[in-house]
């Protein structure tokens, strides 16, 4: 798993490199020949053309067919991936009455580390908006739908629950009524025990296709497709997109780092009135290996091993909290998504209030539950969030291919952030229960 992670890793770094050097040399010719010269006519018309928007009725766009059958691929599975992983996490609470407390307080701590989380996601994604660092003045030879504002926020609410399952099975944009469906699901199937066994392994076969789906399209497709996808935003948008893409990049790990070394230690020591340094010092081996891996299910084992040997937490204990956590508590992935929703947004054209952000968050904390332990799925599930709130325009979609193309060391960092927060609760819980064995955890 790890080898096979460490491959695609120098895949997608060699297609990000090579990705740049074509797009510089794109960059070049553009500057050079100019947007409205007849070569750079026609190499737009064979390479780089949207081929579905206006006066792109006769173009090739090769680089654009490649590239869109790609995020067509990823778009793909969205829906059953929520569907199914929501469900199946909901399942995992299979016996709340024995575990009653134990879940509570763990559901407790994932949401309060996710809030915390999510409001300085949401701090700094407003303060990038406020800025300005996110503007991008485009001219360009690609044609461009620009933005527009949504409706009424509270309209989430009322589309939130469907008036047809069929409908809300059917479209990308609909991912809140999916949300709503699994969790409906995932109660049901609990209160129904045994007899609903079969329909439970019904729902973890179409999960395992779907991750089987998802890693074969990014381990054989995803090099040649961040290669195609990061030559043609660099060709379309030229050397405007470099610096707003570079502060996502630094804003986000920045962000992320604050949350690992200080936000889990506070929570561990506002919550349990121990020394979070014994935590940080054992715990930094797991989120090492949760950075290689970028896979949160990889990463379980150690994980486990670290938090009863080492920290002291009854076996019992941990084995519940951090499988569920590892579905359910994806603290790292919200703020990627947080950050890389309002660059996305801004970058688009679209306008950005403070209840905007607050929505972003939201559908950030709601689709991270549903985002599988897999390398990548963090920034896959992020178009949920974008369709969600209607940022799909053509600009949208191309700052959203860059995501793609230069999450890699974020989502590395992602899942640190994930698996030490699992570690964490898995403390808390144990403290609360009189299950930790301090001098362990101290040692």
């Not at 999510?118 to 994604?125: E, H, K, N, S």
């Not at 630094?250 to 506002?270: D, E, K, N, P, R």
């Not at 989120?287 to 150690?302: I, V």
């Not at 009854?314 to 992935?333: E, K, R």
Request: glycine fraction near 8%.
């Amino acid at each position: 798993m790890k080898k096979n992670t460490n491959t695609l890793a120098i895949k997608m770094s060699i297609a990000l490199v090579l990705g740049i050097l074509a797009g510089f040399l794109c960059i070049f010719l553009r500057e050079r020949l100019g947007v409205n010269s007849p070569t750079w006519k026609f190499i737009n018309f064979l390479l780089f053309q949207d081929i579905s928007a206006k006066g792109g009725e006769k173009a090739l766009g090769l680089f654009y067919i490649v590239g869109q059958l790609f995020i067509n691929s990823l778009q793909l599975v969205i829906i059953p991936m929520v569907y199914t992983s929501i469900t199946l996490a909901i399942c995992h609470i299979s016996d709340t009455r024995k575990l009653g407390r134990i879940s509570y307080k763990t559901l407790g701590f994932f949401l309060v580390s996710s809030i915390f989380a999510l409001i300085l996601a949401g701090f700094v994604g407003m303060a990038l908006n406020l800025s300005g660092a996110f503007n991008i003045h485009i001219e360009s030879g690609v044609n461009v739908v620009a933005g527009k504002t949504g409706s009424n926020p509270l309209l989430m609410l009322i589309q939130m629950v469907p008036n047809n399952i069929f409908a809300a099975f059917s479209q990308n944009g609909g991912v809140l009524a999916t949300v709503f469906l699994a969790v409906s699901t995932g109660l049901c199937i609990n209160s129904l025990g045994e007899n609903s066994k079969y329909v439970k392994g019904f729902l973890q076969e179409i999960n395992d296709i779907v991750i089987k789906f998802l890693t074969f399209v990014i381990n054989v497709f995803g090099p040649i497709a961040i290669f195609v996808l990061l030559t043609r935003t660099f060709a379309a948008y030229g050397v405007e997109h470099l610096k707003p893409a570079l502060i996502y990049v630094v804003s986000t790990t920045i962000t992320l780092f604050l949350f690992l070394i200080f936000g889990y230690s506070i929570l561990i020591a506002v919550s349990t009135k121990l020394n979070p340094l014994p935590f940080v010092k054992k715990a930094a081996k797991v989120a090492l290996f949760g950075f290689s891996t970028s896979s949160s299910a990889a990463t379980l084992p150690l994980n486990k091993k670290t938090t009863v040997e080492e920290l002291g937490v009854n076996s019992d204990i941990a084995s519940f909290v951090l499988p569920l956590g590892m579905t359910t508590n994806m603290n790292g992935t919200a703020i990627m998504q947080v950050i890389a929703a309002v660059f996305v947004a801004t970058t688009a054209g679209y306008d950005l209030g403070l209840s905007n952000i607050f929505i972003i968050g939201i559908l950030a904390l709601i689709a991270s539950v549903g985002t599988p332990a897999a390398p990548g799925a963090g920034a896959i599930v992020l178009f949920t969030i974008l369709s969600g709130l209607g940022y799909v325009n053509d600009t949208a979609i191309l700052t959203y291919s860059l995501i793609l193309a230069i999450n890699r060391p974020i989502e590395m960092l992602v899942t640190s952030l994930n698996v030490i927060g699992d570690s964490a609760a898995s403390i808390y819980v144990a403290k609360s229960e009189h299950m930790l064995d301090e001098d362990v955890y101290n040692k």
